[in-house]
């Protein structure tokens, strides 16, 4: 077992919990407990690449597990299995292409002073950047929320080739893909591998500053509820931004908060028989309130 990871978990021994459960139900379930888990591998070590060894081992197991409640449920629908491959899957195998990142960049740190380690971690924002460039297409249609083409896009079976991004598709499960499934998962984990390679250039992974950091963080009491917050967190997560821990924590230092056990807090969001995102639903009606009264 990898140094500092948690013990793996035999995803056929551990189906069970899931099986009484509609597809999507248990996807949910499962997520919760996939994000329990990469957060105890954070918490095992502080060496990063031990913590991304630990992580992609989690992430594997998991969308394997996935791939069984698949092979156990099946779709209902052309809709539910849309559904399924443009926002479950995506959100297990955006994690596994962010950990690997993280870890082949830190395996290759380069040694030497601030200026060479600054460039290194440009040249890998320049090459997310021109990944995005060369999807401008299908960036922008997901971005826009569009659905016309997700029978093409999320269904599996579909054999065109002029709508397959890349070879990877011609590899991969098609019990498990489809042709855009995989891209998809690139760009949220490529969205959160920005947010961390803009850390990096505040300061490297080996306490050797690239750029000098002054003064201390601005802070605002936070006056709401801590299932508000929560709800914040957790939308700022599933919108791509950046790790649920890393979003947690800063939250906690800049709104001065301790949320404590915030997975249990989701959980009873979650329980909840109406009002689930009440707290991003106010919001949302003072913003349009605000936008209404600015016309």
């Known amino acids: 077992m990898i140094p500092g990871s948690i013990v793996a978990i035999n995803p056929i021994a551990h189906l069970k919990l899931y099986t009484l459960k509609k597809l999507h139900e248990a996807g949910e379930e499962l997520y919760v407990d996939f994000q ?15 913590q991304a060894e630990a992580a992609i081992l989690v992430c594997l197991e998991n969308l394997s597990q996935l791939k069984l409640l698949v092979q156990q449920h099946g779709f209902a629908d052309a809709a539910d299995e849309i559904r399924f491959f443009k926002t479950v899957k995506p959100r297990f195998l955006s994690c596994l292409i962010y950990h690997t990142a993280v870890f ?15 460039e290194y971690v440009e040249r890998e924002i320049a090459r997310i950047n021109q990944f995005f460039n060369d999807n401008q297409h299908f960036l922008g249609y997901y971005q826009s929320y569009s659905d016309y083409l997700d ?25 498990f893909s489809t042709g855009y499934d995989y891209l998809l998962s690139q760009i949220l984990a490529n969205n959160r591998l920005l947010v961390y390679l803009e850390k990096l250039m505040l300061s490297s992974p080996k306490q050797e500053a690239l750029y000098s950091q002054t ?8 006056k709401f509820t801590k299932a508000d917050a929560v709800e914040m967190i957790y939308g700022l997560h599933c919108s791509g931004l950046a790790d649920l821990k890393t979003i947690a924590t800063l939250f906690e230092q800049f709104f001065q908060i ?30 349009q309130r605000k936008i209404d009264d600015s016309i």
């Open 36 to 50: 329990q888990q990469l957060a105890r591998t954070e918490d095992a070590t502080n060496d990063i690449i031990t």
């Open 104 to 118: 082949h960049i830190h395996s290759h740190w380069p040694e030497g002073g601030a200026i060479i380690q600054r």
């Open 151 to 175: 029978d093409k896009y999320f269904i599996r079976g579909i054999n065109n080739i002029r709508l397959k991004p890349d070879s990877f598709y011609f590899e991969a499960d098609h019990t």
């Open 215 to 222: 003064g201390a963080l601005p802070s605002i009491p936070w």
């Open 258 to 287: 301790d949320l404590g056990n915030y997975y249990n807090i989701f959980r009873e969001i979650c329980m909840r028989k109406k009002g689930q995102t009440k707290f991003l639903d106010q919001m949302k009606t003072m913003l």
